[in-house]
């Protein structure tokens, strides 16, 4: 039930949830009169509709292992963001000067004056900060531009590790050349086809459980037909 608390517009939410099996919108309403401090889970009954598609002897979900590779590297983009942004701030360090005997040029007030001066002059620049020392002037970057390379390559560590964690290889989901596309396909197609056997017996088993009678049973078939392969079959 909290999926439908995830709508916050109260006609959406309610438009979504007369979507659903007339037994979801009973519990919703259920759920609401007892204010929301029941049980949010709805069991489906097979009679109503309620079915799940397993794909695995243990019901563990289709990819399932790449979950907390893909959390470190959502995590390592937005560093790399962050790094990237810090490649276009400067810090201007503006040094006031000393003389011989180690004294100040400018009096202390006088250096807060140039100070607020430079900063004025540079308030419309968002990527440039202002510091103000005794000595030197510069112009110095947060970080140097080389890191761009290094992020990437940073970035490319955690997707590899993301495939890593689901036992496949980069190449054949990511191919590089036009070679690794055509066998990239195939796979695909080939798991597809798995999933399609499964709801074909679904469909099947429904079919004849409704309409089925002496002398006259229904098949139901998925063509294995893609837009790679129509041409072929």
């Known amino acids: 039930m909290r999926y439908f608390d995830t709508i916050t517009d109260k006609v959406a939410r309610e438009e979504c949830v007369?979507?659903?099996?007339?037994?979801?919108?009973k519990a919703w309403a259920q759920w609401i009169k007892a204010e929301k401090k029941t049980d949010p889970w709805v069991m489906l009954p097979a009679a109503d509709g309620g079915v799940s598609f397993s794909f695995a002897s243990d019901k563990t979900p289709l990819?399932?292992?790449?979950?907390?590779?893909?959390?470190?590297?959502?995590d390592a983009v937005s560093r790399e963001e962050k790094r990237d942004e810090n490649e276009l701030y400067k810090l201007l360090i503006q040094k006031m000067p000393i003389d011989s005997n180690g004294e100040?040029?400018?009096?202390?007030?006088?250096?807060?004056?140039?100070?607020?001066?430079?900063?004025?002059m540079l308030e419309d620049i968002d990527t440039v900060d202002v510091?103000?020392?005794?000595?030197?002037?510069s112009l110095e970057s947060i970080q140097e531009s080389s890191a761009a390379t290094q992020s990437a390559d940073r970035i490319d560590k955690y997707r590899?590790?993301?495939?890593?964690?689901?036992?496949?290889?980069?190449?054949?989901?990511?191919?590089?050349?036009?070679?690794?596309?055509a066998y990239q396909i195939k796979k695909d197609e080939a798991l597809m086809i798995a999933y399609l056997n499964v709801y074909e017996t679904w469909i099947k088993f429904h079919l004849n459980d409704r309409?089925?009678?002496?002398?006259?049973?229904?098949?139901?078939?998925?063509l294995p037909t893609t837009v790679f392969n129509r041409q072929d079959l």
């Open 211 to 222: 309409f089925a009678r002496s002398g006259l049973q229904f098949d139901f078939e998925i």
């Open 131 to 137: 510091l103000t020392t005794f000595g030197d002037t």
């Open 104 to 120: 100040l040029v400018f009096q202390l007030d006088e250096v807060a004056d140039i100070h607020s001066s430079v900063a004025g």
């Open 63 to 74: 990819l399932i292992a790449s979950i907390p590779k893909l959390k470190k590297l959502d």
């Open 18 to 25: 007369a979507t659903f099996p007339i037994i979801v919108q």
């Open 160 to 181: 590899k590790n993301t495939w890593d964690a689901l036992g496949r290889g980069n190449i054949l989901f990511n191919p590089d050349g036009s070679s690794a596309l």
